[in-house]
Every structure is written in C-alpha cells, then in structure tokens.
C-alpha cells in the first residue's frame, strides 16, 4: 500500500510549461539584455566635459 504511493509519487513530477531548453535561451537573451544597457552607459562621463574640466585642476 504505502509503496504504491510512494511510486504514485514520484511518477508525477513536476509539468514544465515548455521544454527545458527555453529556459537556458530565456536566460541567456536576458543575460544579453543586461550587457547592452550596460554597454550602452559606456563614456558616459565624457560626454559631461564641463563637469570633469573644473576638477582637473584640482
């Protein structure tokens, strides 16, 4: 009795709702998401060259 649903158990598992696959391209597209806003904010500080001009002579 109690194996039967233990074994009932363990055959459910657990319904994805897609293959598991999509979740490493899912992962990978937002890991690439995140490196372009990064990249994008690149030289940022430069464009601003009154800013940083006052405190090089400092």
Known sequence: MISTIVSAA?????QLP??????????????ILLGLVTFSYRD????HDHKSSNNSHH
């Open 18 to 31: 897609f293959p598991s696959f999509v979740f490493g391209i899912i992962a990978i597209s937002t890991f």
């Open 10 to 14: 363990q055959e459910a598992g657990v």
């Open 44 to 47: 940022v500080a430069n464009r």
